[in-house]
């Protein structure tokens, strides 16, 4: 089965904290853009084949931008080129202002049944400092509105943010968790290389909190959701048993996702080799592409079994399910065990970083998630 991801990377404004692939224009030729995203779909479905088709994710950027016109006929090529699944999930990125909300009813209509809500915080004081561009009121407005249109909500938050209390953040949690529907994404704040946070973190303008205490917040953050029902499925997101992201976790799970748009990456099967997919990254350079060529490919390359290797044990130890040995090493011809440094797998499996389970499956523990990228950077080969 395959995933399919789709870009829209025009903002009306550039987050502090965002590092993505993200553009803010005077005026955008939504006409050009989408036309040639249908391109590049057409492209990429042409040598891909009668493949099954497990979820759609418009991400950006901020794809509510769109016309729902042009998501559903996105949707609709996308149905005609692959096999759908009858459970297909389309999940469509929103901010939740009022404009964007009004939209909503109509991506419905397009054939999104799963909506993810770039929340962010409840508080005021920290959305202006966020810089999102929507109140607190207007999130839980859209909260609620999208809980009544969408059968399947999800949306984001970011804690560890400066001065933030331990009560104050669990505070806000349930606030959040009483309006949640099914899922949440729960992100600790970091600082980006090219951000404005990274410029003002250097001048000393912002503090983040000690390691230490933003553990304590992660741990908050798990003892919160599971009073709601919702369990950590991956290291910062928490949903209802059946509820998970199917599309993000074909990532984590190292399954065949396509990326369409300015800058999308892909990880695709392709005649007995695993190859990496990018995009051009700039929107009006990747359109010129597209027009010329009928698709955007700024570079493909062949993994080899050791990158492939080290992809899956980056993404797979987020997940709480952890790794399957016998799925590892049919995809990466590598046995789990020897991808891995041995003098660091010990320590940490003594320290309950790690664990083995009785079928050989690798996890890590809760005390491993806290330190997951040092761990990660250290462990694998």
């Known amino acids: 089965m395959l995933a399919l991801y789709i870009h829209w990377p025009f903002c009306r404004a550039k987050c502090p904290y965002c590092d993505f692939n993200s553009h803010v224009r005077d005026e955008v030729a939504a006409g050009r853009f989408v036309a040639a995203l249908r391109t590049e779909l057409a492209h990429e479905a042409a040598r891909l084949g009668d493949r099954g088709l497990a979820s759609i ?6 794809p509510s931008l769109m016309e729902p016109a042009g998501v ?46 770039g929340v962010q915080s409840l508080d005021p004081a ?49 606030q959040a968790l009483a309006l949640a529907a099914d899922h949440l994404s729960l992100y600790q704040l970091t600082i980006e290389p090219g951000t404005a946070f990274e410029t003002a973190h250097r001048r000393g303008e912002i503090a983040l909190p000690e390691p230490e205490f933003a553990a304590r917040l992660y741990a908050a953050t798990g003892e ?41 990456h892909g990880r695709l099967s392709l005649a007995g080799a695993r190859i990496a997919t990018r995009r051009h990254r700039v929107p009006e350079i990747w359109a010129e592409h597209v027009e010329r060529d009928g698709h955007g490919s700024a570079e493909e ?67 491993g998630h806290l330190r997951l990228d040092a761990l990660l950077a250290a462990l694998v080969r």
């Open 126 to 174: 920290a959305l202006a400092w966020l810089g999102r561009r929507h109140s607190a009121e207007e999130a839980i407005a859209a909260l609620r509105l999208g809980r009544e249109i969408f059968p399947r909500v999800s949306f984001d938050l970011i804690y560890a943010r400066p001065g933030q209390s331990l009560d104050a953040w669990r505070r806000e949690l349930r």
């Open 224 to 264: 919160e959701a599971a009073r709601f029902g919702l369990s950590a499925y991956e290291i910062s997101n928490y949903a209802r048993p059946g509820a998970e992201s199917r599309h993000n976790l074909a990532y984590w799970r190292y399954e065949d996702y396509a990326g369409i748009g300015p800058g999308a």
């Open 301 to 367: 390359s062949e993994l080899t079994a050791l990158e492939q290797a080290r992809e899956m044990l980056l993404m797979g130890l987020r997940l709480r399910e952890g790794i399957d040995p016998t799925r590892f090493r049919r995809v990466t011809g590598i046995p789990l065990a020897e991808a891995l440094d041995p003098a660091t797998l010990a320590r940490a499996e003594t320290e309950g970083y790690l664990a083995w389970d009785e079928d050989g499956t690798l996890r890590a523990l809760p005390e």
């Open 57 to 62: 994710f418009f991400g950006g950027g901020t």
């Open 72 to 117: 559903a006929a996105l949707i609709d090529d996308a149905r005609r080129f692959f096999a759908p699944a009858p459970d297909l999930e389309i999940t469509l990125e929103a901010n939740p202002t009022s404009v964007e909300a009004g939209k909503l009813a109509a991506f419905r209509e397009a054939g999104v049944n799963r909506l993810s809500l």
